[in-house]
């Protein structure tokens, strides 16, 4: 039984990450898009902004309405619609002409994206047993550089010489693979028998979410969320622009940061090793404090070495951080408002994520210095820490109920 176990464990985190690698695909691919379409389409820097920002809108509404339905129609479910609107959305956006349509198909892609990544987590952390669960989901979260890693890789050989369009319908492909797959799935065990003793309608969840009983873990949850969130999506989708800025070519800016998106498989394996040893709380701290510091050398580098090398770091910690919020936000939660909860933390961190890309163009347009914008999400991933540091406690092996 134990070895059978093993196998449905692997499946599941294969099958998952699958799904979670093409999110991270097009996420990806998104920078260096959003880069190719600056020249095509001669957009404004604010422009580009909103390229961005209009995908978070659409992830914290997909994070908050899709988390409400995994507690309702079930994990597997919602992993099958959200995989097919993000791509059907990434395949028909190859063939817009205009930024407008571009940004409403954006939208519906964010929302899938959105979506997913906290009912993936929730169904494996549901499904595996308590020693392992918080390795098995920073594993999952790892798929996430390999995501990028393929995203950077297209962008440096396909964008440049077929464009922009086929590097899109590249990505459409394999998610409908990772669909197929999914299809064959169970669903989460936990909610199977939770669904058996009834279901909770979304108000009450969300009361739940909110009840004097939870209300620490919450808001220790949204604040760490959206500090994470906000810096994340602020540095890393302005890492190609910032390195253009700092007057590198397209091409070699693409190079430099695919140099430092191979930091981050490191930066997984090492907190998914120290996940279960240290605990999560350890994790989350060390690993923010690291991204805070290594995003305040990047902002105010000036030479190559010096910038690489801090980008590197910034790859490796933020990353592994990640890994661990995933792990420790499911685990937070009774099953019963598991996909809920998780769904509108998820959510609110979605806000940052919308905040982050607009303030580094207008701070920019505004002659503030880069120093000063990385400083900001410095300072934005410390109060993270500290929040996990004053109001979480540890999850290590516990049982999920």
Not at 272 to 279: D, N, R, S, T
Not at 282 to 305: H, P, Q, R
Not at 332 to 342: E, N
Request: hydrophobic letters at 55%; charged letters at 15%; one cysteine or more.
């Amino acid at each position: 039984m134990g070895n059978n176990h093993e196998i449905s464990n692997r499946k599941l985190l294969a099958i998952s990450g699958l799904g979670w690698m093409f999110d991270a695909m097009d996420v990806g691919m998104l920078s260096f898009i959003i880069a190719a379409l600056q020249v095509d389409w001669d957009l404004t820097v604010k422009q580009m902004g909103w390229i961005g920002s209009i995908n978070s809108i659409g992830m914290a509404v997909g994070a908050l309405v899709f988390g409400l339905l995994a507690d309702r129609i079930g994990r597997k479910n919602v992993f099958i619609i959200t995989l097919l609107m993000f791509s059907i959305g990434s395949g028909l956006s190859a063939f817009t002409t205009s930024l407008a349509i571009f940004l409403i198909l954006r939208f519906f892609i964010g929302m899938g994206l959105g979506g997913e990544l906290p009912v993936a987590s929730t169904l494996v952390s549901e499904s595996v047993p308590a020693e392992k669960r918080g390795r098995v989901v920073v594993l999952l979260e790892s798929f996430w550089a390999g995501g990028w890693l393929i995203a950077a890789v297209i962008s440096y050989f396909v964008i440049p010489k077929y464009g922009w369009e086929l590097a899109l319908i590249l990505s459409a492909l394999p998610a409908l693979y990772a669909l197929y797959l999914r299809l064959k799935l169970p669903d989460s065990p936990k909610f199977l028998s939770a669904k058996e003793r009834g279901r909770l309608t979304s108000f009450e969840s969300i009361a739940k979410v909110w009840s004097k009983v939870q209300r620490r873990k919450t808001a220790m949850l949204w604040i760490l969320w959206f500090s994470v969130v906000f810096s994340y999506y602020g540095m890393f989708l302005w890492l190609p622009s910032v390195m253009v800025m700092k007057g590198f070519s397209m091409i070699k800016s693409f190079q430099y940061v695919l140099i430092m998106t191979v930091a981050q498989l490191p930066g997984y394996f090492t907190a998914a090793w120290l996940i279960e040893k240290m605990g999560r709380k350890f994790v989350l701290i060390v690993y923010l404090i690291g991204t805070a510091l290594s995003a305040y050398f990047f902002g105010t580098a000036e030479s190559l070495l010096l910038l690489i090398t801090a980008g590197i770091f910034l790859s490796f910690f933020n990353l592994g951080a990640w890994g661990a919020l995933y792990a420790y936000t499911p685990e937070q939660y009774p099953t019963t408002i598991r996909g809920t909860g998780a769904g509108m933390a998820a959510s609110f961190g979605r806000v940052g994520g919308v905040l982050g890309p607009l303030l580094v163009p207008y701070l920019a347009a505004q002659d503030i210095s880069m120093t000063a914008i990385f400083t900001i999400f410095c300072i934005s991933l410390l109060i993270g820490a500290a929040a996990v540091f004053l109001m979480g406690e540890e999850t290590k092996r516990k049982e999920l109920v």
